[in-house]
């Protein structure tokens, strides 16, 4: 068996206790689950493989014991709703709402776009292993949108090598707080993570470069609304950008200001992606209009009737 990095733990023999004991004392664990792991070859007795918890080992003799470190449970199947653009044997385009995690991770295990890929796709890549099947790119929890999904590790590759090299095309609409007096810009500020809070991205001169750009288009009375094109795909890179030019996403919980437009949600929404099918060579490119809580955000913002792509 191969024993995966884990914890250690080490006990001396007596001469008179058995394995099982001694091991159970010195880790805190049970003699039951001590037995498991030896018998699954987690233990030495001065080296050599120990499989048996009643030996009892020599006065010094050295027992060791691993404990390897829990696996992630594999995302099961579950019947979610979700919007499916576009799919053939290759790939998929799909929406994913404001609210939901991409993947399972610890506190979200369950409900994820990962699960509902599970049950509405046929097959998915594995280069993303058991927790992230399938997925090229991702979006935060709160963005709404577009994201691409791979069905075959000959897809996920070349569309991974597309992203790398900046030939996907992704934009986003993107309210932000106050007027911007430009009509257009750009921001290359490299990110990294925080150095005082571990859930946040900043800008940091030592971080990996990342490039948006943005182009106004419409004001409101105290927000604007933007297309933003991400050239890099650095986590949260639109709402660190845009704070750091004094114009934070509006409605983010983490980047934005304590004073900002009541809009009810993150007010960022994948809606355009561009890119070449990974075995036809052909450009694909697909559009998702916003929801409807993006809409009553807009509205929120004073900027009612903007034409929803």
């Given at each position: ?33 001590v ?46 709703d ?70 075959n ?52 001169p ?69 890119f070449?099918h990974?075995?036809?060579?052909k ?27």
């Open positions: 068996m191969e024993i995966q990095q884990g914890k250690r733990y080490e006990a001396l023999g007596d001469g008179t206790s058995r394995a099982d004991v001694l091991l159970a004392a010195a880790s805190g664990l049970s003699r039951s689950r037995a498991a792991l030896m018998e699954q070859g987690c233990c030495t007795l001065q080296g050599a493989p120990l499989t048996k918890p009643g030996t009892k080992p020599a006065a010094g003799a050295l027992l060791t014991l691993l404990e390897p470190p829990p696996r992630e449970a594999r995302p099961q199947a579950e019947d979610i979700l919007e499916i653009l576009y799919q053939d044997e290759d790939l998929a385009v799909v929406v994913k709402p404001c609210g939901m995690v991409v993947h399972p991770a610890a506190g979200n295990e369950e409900g994820t776009l990962v699960n509902a890929l599970l049950y509405h796709l046929d097959s998915l890549s594995g280069i993303g292993g058991e927790i992230r099947p399938g997925i090229v790119h991702r979006l935060d929890k709160d963005t709404s949108g577009l994201l691409l999904v791979a069905k590790d000959f897809a996920h590759g070349e569309l991974s090598r597309q992203l790398a090299a900046r030939e996907m095309e992704k934009h986003y609409r993107a309210l932000v707080e106050g007027v911007m007096k430009e009509d257009a810009g750009e921001v290359a500020l490299p990110l990294g993570r925080s150095k005082t809070d571990r859930k946040k991205m900043a800008v940091d030592q971080g990996r470069d990342a490039l948006t750009r943005w182009r106004v288009l419409a004001r409101g009375r105290a927000a604007t609304l933007l297309d933003v094109r991400i050239l890099t795909g650095r986590t949260h890179q639109i709402r660190v950008h845009m704070q750091a030019i004094h114009h934070s996403v509006a409605g983010d919980p983490l980047y934005g200001t304590r004073h900002g437009v009541p809009v009810g949600r993150l007010m960022l929404h994948a809606y355009s992606l561009a070449t990974p075995r036809t060579g450009r694909m490119a697909f559009t998702a209009p916003w929801p409807e809580d993006f809409s009553r955000g807009l509205r929120s913002a004073g900027l009612p009737g903007i034409n929803n792509p």
